[in-house]
């Protein structure tokens, strides 16, 4: 297979196989097949919570690519081309890591011209006059002061006002913490996610919520959305099937005391090989982190490679018995963990090109602790990513010692998978709040702080010697290997991802340099880690794997305490001294090297097509085929999957 197909700015976009569909049955096929239906469905969703013009500056983009009679052999277009699949690839206008704005390599009077050249009624006809459109698509692509983040976290800014997500609407951030703080009842044992679907807005002096369901906001999408759920349905067993209805009911009422309902539902269905993830889940776009994107995954279970998960989650409870946190923050009994290897069959909205490599759901703390939570790695994903990568020279470039490499040739894929396992798995999972605390202190730093909390968990199980007992590595040797790549990655090359001059913004990679930046300082008198420049070159090295695993311990303590105990001054402190500012110097460094390389920070992929084949009215198998490019299915899914207006 063809694995990389397209490569543009910092980013390729990858090909994923499906391993094991065509020997799945005809009852899965076709469950899988409508409930990948469902999750194109609500494609336009995570645009238009992404920033309010998403959507007219994505179908004008589109319009112009598709019908603008110009010249497109110039450097002008490609610039043009490129600005296009960037906005495809994070859903917006915004960097889907970094939040920033995209600057355009064209020229306005260049753009004017590309619309000029466009037919009138090609373009959105549902957003006002055309000079309305005009002047909104071109002020938001041009003007660098105009919406210039999505997320802005920075000290000292009121983070609704700076940032261009589409959650709130004239609201200040002290007036969204007091609207959902008055919602809170403290005493509440089963409290719900107040204002996970809805946006919040002011009108007429007053606020309230726009709820995202049918017959409110998004009901367009969503309505289509319900409508293959219907169908999937009707082809699940018994126990999918009560689930799925679940899930519709919640769609139509808004009512989030129903969706925790389903999600109980969904958590332990523990039994049903194909599985799914659809609706308004996490919350990282929200810089109070109230209000959830929306996305779908629909998958499969893979079986001989959930052996290993199994084996995790059967002894979860021995690892929260002996895990490193306080004993009051320990949960006397482990409920509901189950663990599986998936296979990915279609990512959609948020998993969208880009994805996650693993998921643990629900969010909801209660629910967690009374029944438990359910765990994915994407094994299927993770393979794109290895088989991408080798003879790209990264770890000849990056990684000084000889034994650190052989050791991640050798174990560095079990490695990311079993980091991945633990991450999400028992990560997430484990630990309990302290009487009195709700969840929701942790304010912007909540995100980066579960994030802390599940890798440090993972880190320090995986050089536990239970873990070559359990079978689930041959030595610790691998687990060094994860060391290793962990904290070069957390100190150094992750930065390959951020703009020269600029702070780390994204909440999985503030987690990963503060856990790396607080055990090299906190271990320097033991020269844990080092800092070594050869031949001009800087590299990181783990000196003391043992010791690094203790740091790791004391981490993970005082983490959880922080969220058990919702510390926020503590919390705060943690991500604003070690998780945020660059070193410039090593910053321009490793950007220097990286281009060296001719590497992109970034990957996304490409989904595979389902087409049914129909006896009459009747699906009588699904066919996968692996051809789509990149900007042929986006135009395809902008035509056959786009239901809401162009402004909401």
């Known amino acids: 297979m063809k694995w990389i197909i397209d490569r543009f700015d910092d980013i390729r976009i990858l090909r994923y196989e499906v391993p094991g569909f065509e020997s799945l049955s005809l009852e899965e096929k076709q469950l899988i097949y409508y409930l990948n239906q469902a999750a194109l469905c609500g494609r336009d969703i995570i645009y238009d919570q ?5 959507l007219a500056v994505r179908r004008t983009l589109e319009a112009i690519y598709e019908h603008a009679e110009t010249d497109r052999n110039t450097p ?18 915004h960097h889907h890591y970094s939040n920033d704005k995209f600057t355009p390599e064209f020229s306005l009077d260049y753009f004017q011209s590309l619309i000029g050249a466009t037919p009138e009624n090609e373009l959105p006809t549902d957003y006002g006059t055309k000079q309305k459109l005009i002047n909104d698509v071109t002020r938001i692509i041009f003007d660098k002061t105009y919406i210039p983040k999505r ?23 002290a007036e969204a913490e007091a609207f959902y703080a008055d919602m809170a009842n403290p005493a509440d044992t089963e409290p719900i996610s107040y204002g996970l679907n809805s946006k919040l807005v002011k009108k007429d002096g007053r606020l309230e919520e726009k709820v995202w ?3 409110g906001m998004y ?8 409508g293959w759920l219907e169908k999937a349905a009707g082809v699940a067993q018994p126990i999918q099937k009560a689930i799925i209805e679940k899930l519709i009911s919640y769609y139509k009422s808004g009512d989030l005391r129903e969706f925790d309902e389903y999600s109980i539902m969904w958590v332990s269905d523990i039994s049903s090989k194909v599985d799914f993830v659809n609706g308004f889940i996490e919350v990282y776009g929200d810089p109070l982190g109230y209000k959830a994107s929306w996305e779908s995954l629909v998958n499969f279970r893979n079986e001989e490679a959930t052996k290993r998960t199994r084996i995790i989650s059967e002894n979860a409870q021995w690892f929260e018995d002996h895990s490193p946190i306080e004993d009051k923050y320990k949960k006397p009994e482990v409920k509901g963990v189950s663990a599986k290897v998936i296979t990915a069959a279609i990512l959609a909205g948020d998993c969208y090109p880009a994805t996650p490599i693993g998921i643990n759901l629900p969010n909801s703390d209660w629910i967690r602790k009374e029944y438990g939570s359910k765990s994915v790695t994407i094994e299927n994903i993770t393979d794109a990513y290895e088989a991408a990568a080798k003879g790209d020279g990264f770890r000849e470039e990056f990684v000084l010692r000889a ?3 052989e050791r991640m040739d050798k174990y560095g894929s079990l490695a990311d998978n079993l980091h991945t396992d633990l991450h999400e798995c028992l990560g997430h999972g484990s630990g309990q709040l302290a009487p009195g605390t709700k969840g929701d202190e942790l304010k912007n730093y909540g995100s980066v702080l579960e994030e802390t909390r599940a890798d440090l968990f993972a880190l320090y199980y995986i050089a536990d010697p239970k873990m070559i007992e359990l079978g689930l590595i041959p030595s610790l040797d691998a687990a060094w290997a994860e060391y290793s790549k962990y904290i070069m990655n957390g100190m150094m090359t992750q930065l390959a991802r951020i703009q020269a001059g600029k702070d780390v913004e994204q909440a999985h990679m503030r987690n990963r340099k503060l856990i790396s930046e ?5 271990g320097k008198a033991d020269n844990v880690i080092e800092k070594k420049v050869v031949d001009g070159k800087t590299y990181v090295v783990v000196n003391d794997f043992g010791k690094l695993r203790e740091l790791f311990g004391q981490l993970l303590r005082e983490v959880q305490r922080i969220k058990s105990e919702g510390d926020y001054e503590a919390g705060k402190a943690l991500v604003e001294t070690y998780g945020i500012k660059v070193d410039p110097e090593l910053h321009e460094e490793v950007l220097k090297r990286y281009a060296g390389l ?9 989904n595979p097509r389902y087409v049914p084949v129909t006896d009459g009215d009747q699906i009588v198998d699904v066919k996968i085929f692996y051809d789509s490019e990149y900007t042929a299915q986006m135009l395809e899914y902008s035509r056959n999957y786009s239901f809401l207006p162009s402004r909401n």
Do not use: H
């Not at 992404?50 to 998403?54: A, F, I, L, P, V």
């Not at 997320?151 to 951030?173: H, I, K």
């Not at 009901?219 to 319900?226: C, D, F, H, P």
């Not at 001719?598 to 490409?606: A, L």
């Open 219 to 226: 009901s367009q999408a969503i309505e289509k959305i319900v």
């Open 76 to 93: 002008k277009w490609e610039a043009f081309v490129k600005y296009l699949k960037k906005v495809w690839f994070a859903n917006g206008v």
């Open 213 to 215: 369901r049918i017959g």
């Open 151 to 173: 997320v802005d976290q920075s000290q000292g800014t009121d983070m609704l006002t700076a940032s261009g997500m589409n959650y709130y609407e004239g609201v200040t951030q």
């Open 50 to 54: 992404n920033g309010r013009y998403n």
């Open 403 to 405: 034994e650190d490499r």
């Open 518 to 522: 607080w055990c090299f300082k906190e």
């Open 598 to 606: 001719k590497i992109e920070p970034y990957s996304g992929f490409v």
